[in-house]
């Protein structure tokens, strides 16, 4: 599947803070042989060595020798970075493109510059709130116009280095819907100032 790109514009009705350019560089893979619901042990070829094909697709090789393609979505947005105590609240709107569903409304809460848990919130005609944190399961609900759906979220790697002047951050992190997929993301998120 090739990258998708997608720029965003500011909304109305965005959180207060200042703001900021967001973009958002994220690797998707089904995971066909796992569910997290039935054990608490992840494969032994869950680690990816991830590789640009030549024919334009983003390929992923298991330490098992089988490969598979991967999902890129790069999203560049302007949003809003805010600060209460020692907790930064990151939030901005997706837009995934003409017929790819309506904008969602995205926030991370966070500590400031440390690897404690993301809670990310997402709302829109599909609505979900979950915690990332490393080595850790949560569950939690997928609300879309179809249904409710057990979520359940296992947090692999969290690396956190922004503050209110920007920075990066990397999650790496496996979602179940209930009975229905199993996907791990990896995910790069860059911060900066609006104005430079």
Known sequence: MPIREYETEDHPGETAGERVIIEVDSLQRELEETRLFAGPRLPADAEVIVEDG????????TPSGTEETVDRYVIVSVGRLSREGNMLQLAYTEE?????????????????????????????????????????????????????????????????????????????????????????????????????
């Open 54 to 61: 030549e024919d334009g697709q983003l390929h992923v090789e």
């Open 96 to 196: 995934l493109g003409e017929g790819e569903g309506a904008p969602v409304q995205v926030s991370l809460t966070f500590p400031s510059g440390e690897k404690g848990p993301v809670f990310v919130s997402r709302t829109g005609a599909m609505r979900t709130a979950f915690t990332i944190q490393e080595g850790v399961r949560q569950y939690s609900v997928y609300d879309t116009e179809h249904g409710k759906m057990e979520l359940c979220v296992i947090g692999r790697r969290i690396e956190n280095r922004i503050d209110t002047g920007g920075g990066v951050m990397r999650l790496d992190y496996i979602v179940e819907l209930r009975g229905l997929i199993a996907q791990r993301t990896k995910m790069t998120i860059r911060v900066r100032p609006e104005r430079a």
